[in-house]
């Protein structure tokens, strides 16, 4: 089991801690040693990279007691000594480091063919995100597909103080829980918080004042600014993939509706209008269309809408309830809750928009809040373990599947950064 410790502090206290833990792998992982790395640093390089490569369950990392040889660079490497071990690929490097800046020289091998598949160069004044950046490189030349370990993930967090008192927390973190900070912390709740495509600035709901209202803030000053505070819900905020517009959900006109908020002058523009409740936006990747949530039909499920014309169509026919939909970053799916006829789970799934065809990816009873890589390979959402709320993952074919729990607290409402170059 891998397990990766998070410590939040907010102020001198210890908040929540987020272990990782696989609970479940491919049945093909591909055999990878990464060499420690010569030089030296404050992190160890190479554990990061294994770690980050175990975590996709896609990847069983070479133990390093049991190599034969320890190169740092690619002449240096002996293959017939990794094909005995039956290593199927090899990364080795050096880090130099001066005026506390750290860089790279690593190498990418091919050990069947004898080959280099990649070499490169990266310098960071932070080990850990240059370790990542390798993860990326390392996964891209193996799968052919980036590599999204160095990107953020964001969720709330949630304490009982004692009596009716909580305190609420939103959070960011890399992808593999290290570097945590808090974002905004409240006594109501925090729901729904979404990144900007820069990855910026962040919009989310908050109960502050005792109503809800969607909030921008920006990463960088801490600066928040209310986007809209209008009579009765302001909810579900979705940025658009320029980040020129919110999609958001008010119910202003007396119905829940989606609405486009323009984040610099707060213009408004209605885009659906039903007597039914639509909420839960999702913009497709180039901006044509939005997926949402209604129950017009007399039960919640997903729907589409074309900027351009206003057309809305029907999308899940398969099951009693389909809510929460995220588009994975093609175009081509839609991950979602999803709850069958007659029985009581609510799980997460995919649907495949041009085939139609459903899966279901996890098991549990109570999966909520999807949310997908930017790479399209795994997703991230709230679960139940016992009575509390913690974080989850699986991959987008449903055949790894890890644990994220809290010591402390509940953990809920995750959502996964865009690249982050």
């Known amino acids: 089991m891998l397990t990766l410790l998070l410590a939040m502090v907010y102020g001198q206290q210890a908040l929540a801690e987020l272990t990782i833990e696989i609970t479940q792998g491919?049945?093909?992982?591909?055999?990878?040693?990464?060499?420690?790395?010569?030089?030296?640093?404050?992190?160890?390089?190479?554990?990061?990279?294994?770690?980050?490569?175990k975590r996709t369950g896609q990847f069983d990392p070479f133990d390093p007691n049991n190599m034969l040889s320890m190169p740092h660079t690619e002449n240096d490497v002996v293959y017939a000594d990794w094909r005995k071990s039956d290593v199927e690929y090899l990364v080795v490097g050096n880090i130099n480091s001066g005026g506390g800046r750290y860089e790279a020289n690593y190498s990418i091998l091919d050990v069947v063919r004898q080959q280099s598949l990649a070499s490169g160069k990266i310098a960071s004044t932070n080990v850990r995100k240059l370790a990542h950046r390798i993860s990326d490189q390392v996964y891209?030349?193996?799968?052919?597909?980036?590599?999204?370990?160095?990107?953020?993930?964001?969720?709330?967090?949630?304490?009982?103080?004692?009596?009716?008192?909580?305190?609420?927390?939103?959070?960011?973190?890399?992808?593999?829980?290290?570097?945590?900070?808090?974002?905004f912390t409240s006594s109501e709740p925090i729901l729904s918080p979404t990144w900007s495509p820069d990855n910026k600035k962040v919009a989310y709901v908050s109960f502050k004042g005792g109503r809800p209202g969607i909030y921008?803030?920006?990463?960088?000053?801490g600066k928040q600014r209310r986007i809209t505070n209008y009579k009765g819900l302001n909810s579900s905020p979705a940025w658009s993939p320029d980040g020129r517009q919110l999609a958001v959900v008010l119910s202003k006109g007396g119905n829940p509706d989606i609405y486009l908020v323009d984040v610099n002058s707060?213009?408004?523009?209605?885009?659906?209008?039903?007597?039914?409740?639509?909420?839960?936006?999702?913009?497709?990747?180039?901006?044509?269309?939005?997926?949402?949530?209604?129950?017009?039909?007399?039960?919640?499920?997903?729907?589409?809408?074309t900027l351009a014309t206003g057309k809305t169509e029907r999308v899940t026919f398969e099951g009693k309830y389909n809510a929460r939909a995220r588009v994975f970053p093609d175009g081509k799916q839609i991950a979602m809750v999803h709850k069958g006829q007659g029985v009581a789970q609510f799980n997460i799934a995919v649907l495949e928009l041009e085939t139609g065809r459903m899966r279901l990816l996890t098991s549990t009873s109570l999966d909520e809040s999807p949310s997908v890589a930017p790479n399209g390979t795994m997703l991230l959402y709230g679960a139940m373990q016992g009575q509390r709320g913690v974080l989850s993952a699986v991959s987008a074919d449903g055949a790894v599947k890890l644990n994220l729990p809290s010591k402390q607290g509940d953990v809920r409402e995750p959502a996964w950064s865009n690249f982050t170059y």
């Open 26 to 53: 491919s049945d093909s992982s591909v055999s990878v040693a990464v060499v420690p790395f010569g030089g030296s640093s404050p992190e160890d390089v190479a554990s990061i990279i294994n770690s980050d490569l």
């Open 140 to 183: 891209e030349k193996i799968t052919g597909i980036r590599g999204a370990f160095d990107t953020k993930i964001m969720y709330v967090t949630a304490e009982r103080l004692g009596g009716q008192r909580s305190r609420y927390q939103l959070n960011y973190a890399d992808a593999d829980g290290y570097n945590a900070r808090a974002i």
């Open 216 to 221: 921008i803030q920006d990463l960088a000053t």
């Open 266 to 305: 707060g213009a408004l523009r209605q885009i659906t209008k039903h007597f039914g409740i639509d909420t839960e936006p999702s913009w497709m990747p180039d901006g044509s269309a939005i997926v949402f949530t209604s129950n017009r039909g007399g039960s919640p499920q997903i729907y589409k809408t």
